[in-house]
């Protein structure tokens, strides 16, 4: 018996019994004898073919579908578009698709059909009948410059410049001209057609396949590609009028050919008849042996031209612009078809002052001026004439007794007049008054700096001032110069000058100071400036002079003693001082010391004899002295008394001289073994000499001593405990090498730790099995441990999957919010599924609650059916009131100028056969049948709202009563209210029927 099958969604099935799907999987068929079949994955995983996976990688022709935590899917790759081709396999579910090549005019024809995998090949058509690559098509393919390299029966060609396996002639360097590159096919020597030497020992040469067929007929489905020989070389009484190329045969034509005198000889050396040009056209260029005669349409003048000369058989008709006037002209006459428009100049402006416009020029007519008016002599010009207006005249102004005038009049101005003025207080008259100038006044003048008053200012004459006095040269001002008395001069005071000098200089305004001469006192002063007419004599205390030190000082009895500063020696030994400056002993001497300038030689040049500081060639001229000593060290020696060898001496200022003091000399310090030069000796500081420094046990010596530098020591580089390890030991002179320690990669641990001398010892550290995962990570000391992974607990659900370093992470189980409800379950592999719950519109009513588990059910209202006129309806379009139900609108009146006809709104009543229109407004109109059998469409019963719906229950309708035949409407339907029917005043029983009725 087939197995029972049912569908299990998370741990229960339709019926609600407990059920199980494989792991990761939200929804399967599981069969009554254990067999699983996933319909739908959770977590986020992949549902491919009943089973689930995290995601498609397993197989590169997939790709992963959907992004939510279930419905994903492994789906294969769609395959390429039509017209395109996959280039490489699928990768990772992309494939490479690449557009197929396309054989066109530019790439020639499909020679090899695509597939899904390849594309489509394509040969030139130039290239169909064989490669046509080099072909010059001459007669016996001297020109031929291709690559062909194989001969008419398929051997291989030898290389021109080599001489294996046929020796031969037909080399580059003899055929320079001919191309012979590698080994393609050439025709150096002029045989018939390109050929070559072969590399088949047995067949020294064969003919080339080249550039011999030309393309006749393209391949079809039906028939392969055509080709076709080149016809012979055109002969000397032939000429080529079509070349050969690959793709077409040369054509020769005889070059004697004759054609009649209404023909001509076309390219192709044939005969054509003459063009003859037609009765609106022109011949452009005349017919010749080799060509026809262009025809040309003759021209048309266009609105902006007129014709100059009219068209002939062999002239166009020649136009030319209509010139336009300019804006200083106007038209005199106006153009026509064949003459030009005739333009005049527009008369000179009018001459402002001489002339005024008094009509502008347009642009037919020309300008017209008139002479401007001329004032009097007793009037001026008020307003001046312009370009269009003339000129206005008034009468001049006359001044009376107690005025002059102020301003002339001029022809554009009028005459200005001005009171006279009158002299005031401490003014007096400068200028009397003119019928043209008024009276001037000046102030009384003030005597100017220099000047004093001689004359005070009075009535018509102004203050009188004189120059003050200059003083002489020899003279001084005693009192200044003021505006009311002269200056006073004194004469300059003269200065002694044996025993006076000038100590204040006189000035313009003060008198020469003179004062006694200082004396100097005896011995204790001496005169260090002399006195001159201006300056005092200056006394000071006795100096020595320069290089020289006091020995005494001057008393008032006794004077000054001094004496000359000491010079340190020092030696000049091959013509420079120790710290390197040069230096001279002078002729004949070739070491010497040196104190105060005076040279005494130590060692005198070769042959030379050394006596009291001084060279001589012998001692012969010396009493007393012998000559001893050989070679270079020759000197006299007295033969009466002791004798010391003169040596070089070499001292430093120890300590400076003073004004009162003499220098003092040391001898410079000389370094001795173990030592070096630190610092040289100079003639002011002594040779300073260190000891030579030894490197410690930690160090090494960079550098060695030398007589002026110490030894280098640096030291030695220590490896760092469990950072660097040591790969080369030390020595005196090197130093210690250390190497990084290494870091064991992921997934290793360290067996031994890196020391100073020993690098890390790394091994593999072991993986989890699945199922479990690593409770304590692998360290140095000890492996990887693995511990079962955990299951979450009734409850919670799995929010991370246990992996090979960390175990299964459950959380709680979610509980849905307000106005939420349960859409999905808590699993044991997914949380509970919320959904916000649905809130029924205005036009809705609820029919179920919302509950935790199921969402709230809405309906839509029940739609009365009612009579509806106005903006706020849904009637339809061009309808003015209309009948509106739940699933219905009917049209009842229409507007816009539109019929109605079976519940619609139309343009015309022509639609509609035997139908007429009534009615004239735009609003109203109809379509009436003509048809007596004709049935209108009927309208649905009116209804109302006759209880209004609430948020749990449905609107009620009920349907509109109809007034009887002996009642009439007192209040018309509304959405929410029925129609009122009152009874005729025609019997009382109907009346009270009619309400009666109305009550039910």
């Known amino acids: ?477 005693a009192s200044a110069c003021t505006p009311f008395m002269d200056r006073d001069c004194e004469p300059i005071s003269s200065c002694d000058l044996d025993t006076q000098y000038q100590e204040i200089d006189a000035t313009a ?105 001084s060279c001589f060639s012998s001692c012969d001229a010396f009493a007393n002295v012998t000559a001893v000593g050989t070679g270079a060290d020759l000197y006299c020696q007295p033969t009466d008394e002791p004798f010391t060898r003169p040596s070089l001496t070499s001292q430093y200022e120890s300590v400076p001289p003073t004004t009162t003091s003499d220098r003092q000399c040391a001898l410079h310090a000389v370094c001795f073994l173990g030592e070096y030069e630190k610092a040289p000796a100079t003639a002011t500081s002594n040779r300073v000499c260190k000891d030579i420094s030894t490197c410690t046990e930690n160090q090494f010596q960079t550098a060695a001593p030398t007589l002026t530098s110490d030894r280098m020591c640096q030291n030695y580089t220590m490896c760092v405990e469990g950072e660097s390890f040591e790969t080369a030991a030390p020595t005196p002179s090197t130093d210690r090498e250390c190497s990084a320690c290494t870091v064991c990669p992921d997934g290793h641990r360290p067996v031994t730790e890196c020391s100073l001398t020993q690098d890390t010892d790394c091994d593999r550290c072991s993986v989890c099995a699945p199922g479990t995962f690593a409770s304590t990570p692998c360290s140095g000391a000890s492996d990887t441990v693995c511990t079962p992974c955990s299951s979450c607990e009734p409850g919670t659900f799995q929010t991370g999957a246990c992996s090979v370093v960390s175990d299964t992470q459950c959380t709680p189980c979610s509980s849905c919010g307000e106005n939420s409800y349960q859409s999905e379950a808590c699993t044991g592999t997914f949380d509970t599924e919320c959904t916000p719950a649905t809130n029924c519109t205005s036009s809705q009513y609820e029919t179920s609650p919302l509950t935790p588990i199921m969402d709230r059910t809405c309906q839509d209202l029940t739609q009365c059916t009612f009579d509806c006129t106005g903006a706020e309806c849904a009637c339809p379009q061009n309808c003015y009131s209309c009948i509106t139900g739940e699933e219905y609108s009917i049209c009842t009146v229409c507007k816009n100028s539109k019929f109605l006809y079976q519940g619609l709104c139309f343009s015309s009543c022509s639609f509609f056969p035997d139908t007429e229109a009534v009615g004239a407004d735009p609003v109203g109109r109809r379509c009436v049948s003509t048809d007596p059998n004709f049935e209108p469409i009927g309208l649905p019963k009116l209804e109302f709202i006759s209880v209004e719906a609430s948020a749990t229950s449905d609107r009620t309708c009920q349907q509109v009563r109809e007034c009887t035949v002996d009642q009439e409407e007192l209040a018309p339907p509304t959405p929410t209210s029925d129609r009122v029917c009152f009874p005729t005043a025609t019997t009382t029983t109907t009346a009270t029927t009619s309400t009666t009725s109305s009550s039910s």
């Open 1 to 477: 018996a087939c197995p029972t099958v049912t569908t299990c969604i998370g741990f229960t099935n339709l019926d609600g019994e407990a059920c199980q799907c494989d792991a990761n999987c939200h929804s399967c068929l599981s069969g009554s004898n254990g067999v699983s079949l996933c319909t739908q994955c959770s977590d986020s995983y992949y549902l491919f073919e009943t089973n689930c996976f995290e995601d498609c990688s397993f197989d590169d022709t997939l790709i992963g579908v959907g992004t939510g935590v279930f419905n994903r899917t492994c789906e294969v790759a769609p395959p390429c578009e039509t017209g395109y081709f996959e280039r490489t396999p699928v990768q990772d579910g992309v494939r490479d698709c690449v557009a197929l090549t396309v054989c066109d005019s530019a790439k020639g024809i499909e020679t090899v059909a695509p597939t899904a995998s390849s594309d489509r090949q394509c040969t030139d058509y130039e290239n169909l009948c064989g490669s046509s690559f080099g072909c010059a098509y001459d007669a016996t393919d001297a020109l031929y410059r291709g690559n062909i390299s194989t001969t008419v029966n398929g051997r291989t060609c030898q290389r021109w410049d080599s001489q294996t396996p046929h020796p031969h002639s037909r080399t580059p360097i003899l055929y320079p001209d001919a191309d012979l590159r590698n080994n393609y096919c050439r025709n150096p020597d002029g045989e018939p057609t390109a050929w070559c030497f072969t590399t088949d020992p047995y067949r020294s040469w064969e003919y080339c396949d080249v550039c011999n067929k030309y393309l006749v007929g393209t391949p079809t489905s039906l028939s392969e590609v055509v080709c076709g020989s080149y016809s012979p070389v055109c002969t000397s009484e032939e000429v080529e009028v079509i070349e050969a190329t690959a793709r077409n045969d040369r054509l020769c034509k005889r070059k004697d050919i004759r054609c009649r005198l209404d023909e001509y000889r076309t390219p192709l050396y044939e005969c054509a008849k003459l063009s003859e040009c037609e009765a609106d056209q022109y011949i452009q260029v005349a017919a010749t042996l080799t060509s026809d005669r262009l025809c040309a349409s003759i021209g048309n003048c266009t609105t902006s031209q007129f014709e100059v000369e009219p068209p002939t058989p062999t002239t166009d008709r020649i136009c030319e612009g209509i010139i336009n006037c300019t804006s200083a002209q106007y038209e005199v006459e106006q153009p026509t078809l064949t003459s030009d428009r005739v333009c005049r100049n527009i008369s000179a402006p009018c001459v402002i002052g001489d002339q005024f416009q008094i009509k502008p020029p347009t642009t037919t007519s020309d300008r017209i001026c008139q002479n401007t008016r001329n004032c009097t002599e007793s009037q001026f010009e008020i307003v001046a004439p312009t370009e269009t207006t003339n000129r206005i005249c008034a009468n001049l102004n006359t001044c009376s007794d107690t005025q002059y005038e102020v301003r002339a009049p001029t022809p554009t101005s009028n005459r200005v007049c001005g009171t006279l003025s009158t002299c005031q207080d401490q003014e007096f008259e400068v200028v009397p008054p003119t019928p043209t100038s008024n009276r001037v006044c000046g102030a009384c003048s003030q005597c100017i700096e220099g000047t004093f008053a001689i004359a005070p200012c009075f009535n018509m004459t102004d203050t009188r001032c004189a120059l003050c006095s200059v003083c002489e040269p020899d003279q001084f001002e």
């Open 509 to 613: 305004t003060s008198d020469r100071v003179c004062t006694p001469l200082t004396a100097c006192q005896p011995f204790v002063q001496v005169e260090l400036q002399a006195p001159t007419a201006t300056s005092d004599r200056i006394c000071g205390p006795p100096t020595c002079g320069p290089d020289m030190y006091e020995v005494s000082p001057p008393t008032t009895t006794s004077a000054q003693v001094c004496d000359v500063v000491t010079e340190c020696p020092l030696p000049c030994d091959g013509g420079v001082f120790p710290d390197g400056s040069p230096c001279s002993c002078g002729t004949n001497c070739s070491a010497c010391n040196i104190r105060d300038g005076d040279v005494s030689c130590v060692f005198c040049s070769e042959s030379l004899y050394l006596f009291e500081g």
